[in-house]
């Protein structure tokens, strides 16, 4: 049994739900299934610096789903938006490569962003967020080994600056929604993804992106390329489950509490190269081959899996979706994405 | 023997360096031993939202000192201010009090700030940042215990959100100075202080601050308060110490590192506590009380240190003041300063 502090649930039939950085993989899943719950309005927020239009094309035509071009630096339109909302989904944010690349933005948005959003939620009464962190709270380098479980420290020795500077933010977005919580009442929970990946998947996310470019690099009759000796872990999460993972965050009493989700079972990249392989039907081996420098990786190649039980005892959840199966839905969509383009 | 990366040394005579937040305890005493050091210049930067003008006061005539206005959010005003520098101290920041009380200052200045200040550098060819940081990087609660050393992770389980957010604050300020290092090449060395105490200390310092109290108590013929057992551990480090930390990372070599700066040992509430009614010559027994709720500690209560070999191995540094001499010098300034105000 759970002992997570209880607040109050949301009835999510006829309510309102604002999805901040709604053009994205994890965005418009949730809406489809926000919308499948039965709200009155979808709220799709994004300022579309990196949100796509596509992301979300197939809502932009549903009666119930608004959608509203917002920056997250600009607090007021953070509380015009939030008027009238009963729940926000927070899920935009820069990750590692932002924080390389773009580290002012970066810092913005996954701080201040958080800040402002949760000070619009608080003008508003927003009765319950849901904020999207990240198994980088755990860390990066030597430090990650064995079960990364909620109560775990944050580990960075060997990392690169900008994979801390994630973690830490997300840190920081978490504590915020703590203090939020302490000061204000404010009802909210934290989902800290692993990896996500999935249809409609973007190209920011280092690590699901490798799932495309072994499927490229197979396509085009290449060998595909294992970092290191294959043993290398990652864990992932389908956004399908993530999707559910959010709805029953919003249903669920609990509150002021952080819980992983993440997908049945960690992969090795082997693992994870033969089931692309396979889906392709190709008996082409897999070339080893070591890191580039400065390559930003989870972790330096020890076994960890990141334990998902308290998201079942806390919300109810736990994944359902199989890498095998998850493999075939992204790679099957991506084909019926490339023949609807030829 | 070091295995720290090699930079340039700083030629201390001569040359000219900028304090962030000077107009403070480590900043006061840093300017002293700068000037004694034979620089040419001592610029004190500070915008005096919580800096004092009582703190830099025997240094504002001094021909070799300039006090400038300015705000670390003003970037424009830190390019300013850093033209012709050749190394730059910053202090600047907020602490858990500041996350707790005015968080979105807190943010700004820690995180923002830092990025900003490294910015200035960077434009104006800075040879060398001397960045504070804190042993707030190896976090709260439960998981303090034992030798808290430079490859150790963030502990946060059991810490208030205002803890955490301070000490992840200080882990992006950290990176950041990394990130330039990658990028751009900007030589730096992190020096993670611990508590630091001393004469002209200020009241933002919660747990400096209890040698005040104790002693103020203790004059009044009040009992001293000794929350729980006694036997919580505090690592302090006096000002001395620290200014001299200092001095010493600017003519050091080494660059892309950071350090602990920890005074010779930790000291227990209770041995704190008899200390200050040792050199007051009182025999009040301590009263024994629990913490009020919502008290914000470094710990949970158990035996941890801050090793400084490091710092040793780097930079040739070690402290030289013990706790009961740095009490002895505080103590003193504290009754100096009230005898001349009457």
């Given at each position: 049994m759970t002992t997570a502090k209880q607040g109050k649930a949301l009835d999510l039939d006829g309510s309102r739900i604002l999805?901040?950085?709604a053009a994205s993989l994890v965005g418009s899943h949730t809406a489809d299934r926000l919308l499948e719950a039965g709200v009155k309005e979808v709220v799709l927020l994004d300022n579309f610096a990196f949100g796509t239009p596509e992301a979300?094309?197939?809502?932009?035509?549903?009666?119930r789903v608004r959608i509203v071009r917002g920056d997250l630096m600009r607090l007021h339109e953070l509380i015009a938006a939030t008027e009238g909302m009963d729940g926000v989904l927070h899920l935009a944010a820069y990750m590692t490569l932002g924080f390389s690349q773009t580290p002012w933005e970066a810092v913005d948005v996954n701080v201040?962003?958080?800040q402002?959003?949760?000070e619009a939620c608080r003008v508003n009464k927003v009765k319950k967020v849901v904020f999207a962190s990240s198994n980088a709270v755990y860390g990066y380098g030597t430090g990650i080994v064995g079960a990364l479980a909620e109560g775990g420290p944050f580990?960075?020795?060997g990392a690169p600056p900008a994979a801390i500077l994630y973690g830490a933010s997300k840190i920081m977005g978490e504590q915020l929604c703590r203090q939020y919580h302490q000061k204000y009442g404010q009802d909210y929970l934290v989902l800290r993804y692993s990896t996500v990946y999935g249809e409609r998947q973007h190209y920011r996310a280092a690590n699901a992106l490798y799932i495309m470019e072994t499927y490229d690099r197979v396509r085009r009759g290449e060998r595909p390329v294992l970092p290191g000796d294959g043993k290398d872990t990652k864990h992932f999460v389908n956004v399908a489950d993530v999707a559910r993972a959010?709805?029953?965050?919003?249903?669920s009493a609990a509150t002021d509490v952080a819980m992983n989700i993440s997908g049945p079972e960690p992969v090795t990249t082997g693992e994870l190269v033969q089931l692309v392989l396979d889906y392709c039907g190709s008996t082409l081996e897999p070339e080893i081959k070591p890191d580039p420098p400065g390559t930003v990786r989870l972790t330096s190649g020890g076994a960890f899996h990141i334990p998902h039980d308290l998201a079942g005892e806390v919300i109810g959840w736990k994944p359902q979706v199989s890498m095998k199966e998850g493999i075939r839905r992204l790679l099957a969509w991506r084909e019926a994405q490339e023949a609807r383009a030829r």
């Open positions: 999805i901040a950085g979300i094309a197939h809502l932009k035509d549903n009666p201040r962003g958080a402002n959003m949760l580990h960075s020795t959010n709805v029953a965050a919003f249903r």
